[in-house]
Nanobody, 130 residues
Framework: EVQLVESGGGLVQTGGSLRLSCAAS????????IGWFRQAPGKEREGLSA????????YYAPSVEGRFTISSDNAKDTVYLQMNSLQPEDTAVYYC???????????????????????WGQGTQVTVSA
């Protein structure tokens, strides 16, 4: 059974930092891409970042590039999202998601849209106070 468990959310002041973790189980970790998404109340889900656990190719949305860093520890089957310079508009529930990447994929292929992801965690709340 595929499981993704997020942790590391919480309450932080403006300008602060948090590191989210996504612990994966139930699949061969380095055959999947992992993405981070968020959803604020009344807003659509937003894709933030993604990483290929095979070759560490990464993607960042413009809204978080330069502030967030995604990384993967394949020995622990865990992906991290380091979030710095947090702002009140970063307040949301943050989700990690996983999707299988075929072995014959084109070079530099990395899914970045939510419809491309098959498995989702339960989410972790991030609240940034003004």
């Amino acid at each position: 059974e595929v499981q993704l468990v997020e942790s590391g959310g919480g309450l932080v002041q403006t300008g602060g930092s948090l590191r989210l973790s996504c612990a994966a189980s139930g699949f061969t970790f380095d055959e999947y891409a992992i993405g981070w998404f968020r959803q604020a109340p009344g807003k659509e889900r937003e894709g933030l970042s993604a990483i290929s656990t095979e070759n560490d190719i990464t993607y960042y949305a413009p809204s978080v590039e330069g502030r967030f860093t995604i990384s993967s520890d394949n020995a622990k089957d865990t992906v991290y999202l380091q979030m710095n310079s947090l702002q009140p508009e970063d307040t949301a529930v943050y989700y990690c998601a996983a999707t299988y990447v075929p072995t014959n994929h084109p070079p530099a292929f990395l899914p970045v849209s939510d419809y491309q992801y098959s498995y989702w965690g339960q989410g972790t709340q991030v609240t940034v106070s003004a």
